[in-house]
Nanobody, 121 residues
Framework: QVQLVESGGGLVQPGGSLRLSCAAS????????MGWYRQAPGKQRELVAT???????NYADSVKGRFTISRDNAERTLSLQMNSLKPEDTAVYYC???????????????WGKGTLVTVSS
């Protein structure tokens, strides 16, 4: 079994900062791509940022220059540093990872349960 657990969400004023963390645990052989997604009220879930196992990163245009994704492969953690937060960043943020648990067959995408980020004054 594999579990992803997010933490770090909360209430912050516009212009403020938050740091989200995601910890992976379970019978893991290899973690491939990891990423952060978010879903705002009344909207579809959208990609925020991704990080490959080799360290390559990509960002949605809406967060580029404000958010930074990073991962620690040894600790099996993923982080999202969010600066200059805007009200439109308000959403439930989800951690996702493509993980191999067996040496045969394919890999599986796992999702955390999410952590709420509210940007409001």
């Amino acid at each position: 079994q594999v579990q992803l657990v997010e933490s770090g969400g909360g209430l912050v004023q516009p212009g403020g900062s938050l740091r989200l963390s995601c910890a992976a645990s379970g019978n893991i052989l290899r973690i491939n791509d990891m990423g952060w997604y978010r879903q705002a009220p009344g909207k579809q879930r959208e990609l925020v940022a991704t990080a490959t196992s080799g360290g390559n990163t990509n960002y949605a245009d809406s967060v580029k220059g404000r958010f930074t994704i990073s991962r620690d492969n040894a600790e099996r953690t993923l982080s999202l540093q969010m600066n200059s937060l805007k009200p439109e960043d308000t959403a439930v943020y989800y951690c996702a990872a493509n993980i191999r648990t067996k040496w045969y067959g394919g890999t599986t995408d796992y999702w955390g349960k999410g952590t709420l980020v509210t940007v409001s004054s």
